[in-house]
C-alpha cells in the first residue's frame, strides 16, 4: 500500500505540472491573439483544462496575464541587454529595434502593453517596463557617444518608431505587406543615422 502511495503521489505533481504549463501556454497564444483581455474560457479551453485548474493553479486570470508578460518582457529585456554587450552600438541599437518591433507586430497582448492602454499592471510588470525603458535609454546615449546615432535623439524616438508599423494596412491603394513593417524600419534608421541632415523639431 506504501509503495502505491508513494508512486501516486510523484504522478499527481507530474500532471499539475503539465496543466501549469499548458495553462501558460495557452495564455500566451490567446493573448498575442486576441490581447491582454483574452477570455478565461479561451484560455482554459486551449489548455483543456477546467476553469477551476486556472483558479487553483494561478489564483486569478489576471496573475496568470502577469506572469506570461513578465516571461515576455524579460525576453525582451534580454534583447536590450545582448545589444548593450554588442561591440558596434550602432548594429545593437538597430538589431535591437527590429526584434523590439517585431515581438510587438506579432503579440497583441505585448502592444498594449507597450502602449499603455493595458492599465492597471500588476506593479512587478510596471517596473520591468520602467526597467525596459532605462535599458533602451542606455543604448540610444551608448550610439550616441559612439557618433553613429545623431545626438537629437531620445529612446522616445525610438520606441515610438517601433511602433510605427502598427497601423492602417492601405493608404492611398498601397497596402501594407507582411513585410512592409522592415522596409518601414530601415528607412527610420537611415534617418537615425549620424550625420543628421536636419535638425528636429521639439519633442
Not at 62 to 85: F, K, N
Not at 168 to 178: H, Y
Amino acid at each position: 500500500m506504501a509503495t502505491t502511495a508513494t508512486s501516486e503521489v510523484p504522478r499527481e505533481r507530474a500532471d499539475s505540472r503539465r496543466k501549469r504549463l499548458r495553462l501558460i501556454e495557452a495564455a500566451r497564444s490567446a493573448i498575442a491573439e486576441h490581447g491582454l483581455q483574452a477570455s478565461t474560457t479561451d484560455i482554459t479551453e486551449r489548455a483543456e483544462v477546467g476553469v477551476g485548474t486556472l483558479y487553483r493553479r494561478f489564483g486569478s486570470k489576471e496573475a496568470l496575464v502577469a506572469d506570461v508578460l513578465l516571461d515576455g518582457v524579460a525576453e525582451i529585456q534580454a534583447w536590450a541587454d545582448a545589444a548593450l554587450d554588442d561591440p558596434d552600438p550602432w548594429a545593437g541599437l538597430s538589431g535591437f529595434l527590429f526584434a523590439y518591433t517585431e515581438a510587438q507586430l506579432a503579440n497583441l497582448g505585448l502592444a498594449e502593453f507597450t502602449s499603455g492602454t493595458a492599465r492597471p499592471l500588476a506593479p512587478e510588470v510596471a517596473a520591468r517596463g520602467a526597467e525596459l525603458a532605462e535599458a533602451i535609454d542606455r543604448l540610444v546615449r551608448r550610439a550616441q557617444d559612439h557618433g553613429s546615432l545623431r545626438a537629437d535623439v531620445t529612446w522616445r524616438d525610438v520606441v515610438l518608431i517601433s511602433i510605427a508599423p502598427m497601423g492602417g494596412t492601405e493608404c492611398l491603394g498601397a497596402t501594407r505587406g507582411e513585410g512592409q513593417w522592415r522596409r518601414t524600419i530601415a528607412i527610420a534608421l537611415d534617418g537615425l543615422r549620424a550625420p543628421a541632415a536636419s535638425t528636429l523639431p521639439p519633442e
